[in-house]
């Protein structure tokens, strides 16, 4: 099981972390934490000798009820990122987390190799046209509605087989376009409530059948700290109880904000299947 990365093969026979960059003033956890180029670079080094595959950066809070950003500014706060981090560190695989394919373009044209939708194409029809063209690897995630709206539509009669059949669809379309590497993402904290949550992640084993790597993203989501009482600066261990958890039933990547802890899941997880 391989993507192609700007020419390099990613084998996730062995699963990977995706370390997260926000450069959002208003993402839940870390947003505005990393205020100027020093303390970005600081970041992505330390991810990366944490052991990071990917970092993936994001320009637009995809919390729930996150305000609109324009693709403006979007572009504004992003592509200087990805020019940081290639300059310093130019063999890194930047993911671009971003529903808007003229935002996916740029970012593909200023080095990023990955793009990371939330909408999986539904909020920009022109996406998988994009993602053909510049033929990187494109991870799908579950989501209904938009970031502002999402919470408010969590009504489901079978919420697994639901993600499944839209999964099936999504996939089919992209491969229509001839896109070859795919990854797909449950969306938690995505459209649904804490208890369906917990529902996905107790059945992620049957996403296999999608034949595809599988992502998951816990990290610090209120799926964790509303379900311990507890608060984002505190869902450290949460989330990784959770990692371990996923890894056991096929997560092939990880997306985290504390990449050390999650490299530990992986180190653990390959000692009990001797890889």
Same mark, same amino acid.
């Given at each position: ?5 700007? @020419? ?10 995706? =370390? ?9 956890? $870390? =947003? =505005? #934490? ?10 992505? /080094?330390?991810? %990366?000798?944490? =052991? ?5 950066? @994001?320009?637009?809070?995809? &919390? ?28 890194? %695989? ?38 053909? &063209? ?9 989501? +209904? ?24 669809? &999504?996939?089919?379309?992209? +491969? ?5 590497? %795919?990854?797909? $993402? ?16 107790? #059945? ?14 816990? /990290? +610090? &989501? ?26 056991? #039933? ?20 390959? #000692?009990?299947?001797?890889?």
């Amino acid at each position: 099981m391989t993507i192609n990365c700007k @020419g390099q093969l990613i084998d996730l026979t062995t699963p990977k972390v995706m =370390g997260i960059l926000n450069v959002t003033p208003n993402s839940f956890f $870390d =947003g =505005g #934490k990393f205020k100027n180029r020093s303390e970005m670079l600081s970041q992505v /080094s330390k991810m %990366l000798h944490d =052991g990071a595959t990917f970092i993936d950066v @994001g320009a637009y809070s995809s &919390k729930p009820s996150a305000e609109y950003v324009s693709e403006e500014e979007e572009l504004q706060r992003i592509i200087p990122i990805i020019n940081l981090i290639l300059e310093y560190y130019p063999e890194t %695989l930047v993911s671009v987390d971003t529903f808007r394919n003229e935002v996916a373009r740029i970012c593909i044209e200023n080095g990023a190799a990955m793009i990371n939708d939330i909408s999986a194409g539904n909020l920009d029809d022109k996406m998988l046209e994009t993602i053909a &063209k510049y033929n990187v690897p494109y991870i799908m995630m579950h989501m +209904r509605g938009t970031p502002e709206t999402m919470q408010s539509m969590t009504t489901y009669d079978n919420i697994v087989k639901e993600i499944l059949f839209y999964f099936s669809e &999504k996939v089919a379309k992209a +491969r229509s376009y001839g896109i070859n590497d %795919l990854i797909v $993402d449950p969306g938690f904290g995505f459209a649904k409530t804490l208890e369906q949550n917990y529902e996905v992640l107790q #059945k992620l084993e049957l996403f296999e059948i999608l034949e595809l790597p599988l992502l998951v993203g816990f /990290s +610090r &989501k209120s799926m964790i700290y509303k379900a311990l009482n507890s608060s984002a600066e505190e869902a450290l261990n949460g989330t990784t109880v959770l990692n371990s958890i996923a890894l056991t #039933k096929g997560a092939k990547i990880l997306r985290v904000h504390d990449v050390k802890e999650a490299m530990e899941c992986v180190t653990l997880f390959n #000692k009990i299947n001797n890889q």
